[in-house]
T-cell receptor
Framework: DSGVTQTPKHLITATGQRVTLRCSPR?????VYWYQQSLDQGLQFLIQ???????AKGNILERFSAQQFPDLHSELNLSSLELGDSALYFC???????????????FGPGTRLTVL | LAKTTQPISMDSYEGQEVNITCSHN???????ITWYQQFPSQGPRFIIQ???TKVTNEVASLFIPADRKSSTLSLPRVSLSDTAVYYC??????????????FGTGTRLKVLA
């Protein structure tokens, strides 16, 4: 158990819908990272927040957005869902800012999103 | 954009040493190289991290040449439970100056009895 929790574990929805994925980092960790893992794209970095502020940005679609709240939990919002958005979404956390810090990222168990 | 490539798959027998190489020819300056292990339907799990030369911990060694354009994860005496997908992770500073994390393409290791 990494100490990072993600809810829900599974999510099934229809195209065009909007969903919210939730992540709670390890106690004391200030950074939260979001990744998408699909069969044909591997692990893709989406976005990182550090203490409530966006710190790094990957290939995150405009239909996707995220935020980190004062209690440090984070939510990833996916809207206008398409079939291709079906994937595993992972959240990870670290104590520091990442980006050249020698920080091991601790990953949550993931949320499996299926868009029908 | 950094391209981080790994062999797609490898087979090995129990008790053998396995070496997996990751090519990251555009690694960000002063960035660390991290390796993860992933089992099906689980999040990646940290194995080892290094910046330069050689790093060893209780489960693996990491070799990084001077130019840092590649790295090699070495797993000594693998067992069946080491069957998993292994990823390297590096950072990249894109032309806009922003930083992003790049996972390698992943190597599926199968350990045979």
């Amino acid at each position: 158990d990494s100490g990072v929790t993600q809810t829900p574990k599974h999510l099934i929805t229809a195209t065009g819908q909007r969903v919210t994925l939730r992540c709670s980092p390890r106690s004391g960790d200030l950074s939260v990272y979001w990744y998408q893992q699909s069969l044909d794209q591997g692990l893709q970095f989406l976005i990182q927040y550090y203490n409530g502020e966006e710190r790094a940005k990957g290939n995150i679609l405009e239909r996707f957005s995220a935020q980190q709240f004062p209690d440090l939990h984070s939510e990833l919002n996916l809207s206008s869902l398409e079939l291709g958005d079906s994937a595993l979404y992972f959240c990870a956390s670290t104590p520091g800012q990442g980006a050249r810090d020698a920080n091991e990222q601790f990953f949550g168990p993931g949320t499996r999103l299926t868009v029908l | 954009l950094a391209k981080t490539t790994q062999p797609i798959s490898m087979d090995s027998y129990e008790g053998q040493e396995v070496n997996i190489t990751c090519s990251h020819n555009n690694i960000a300056t002063n960035d660390y190289i991290t390796w993860y292990q992933q089992f099906p339907s689980q999040g990646p799990r940290f194995i080892i991290q290094g910046y330069k030369t050689k790093v060893t911990n209780e489960v693996a060694s990491l070799f990084i040449p001077a130019d840092r354009k590649s790295s090699t994860l070495s797993l000594p005496r693998v067992s069946l439970s080491d069957t998993a997908v292994y990823y390297c992770l590096v950072g990249d500073v894109v032309t806009s100056g922003t930083y992003k994390y790049i996972f390698g393409t992943g190597t599926r290791l199968k350990v045979l009895a």
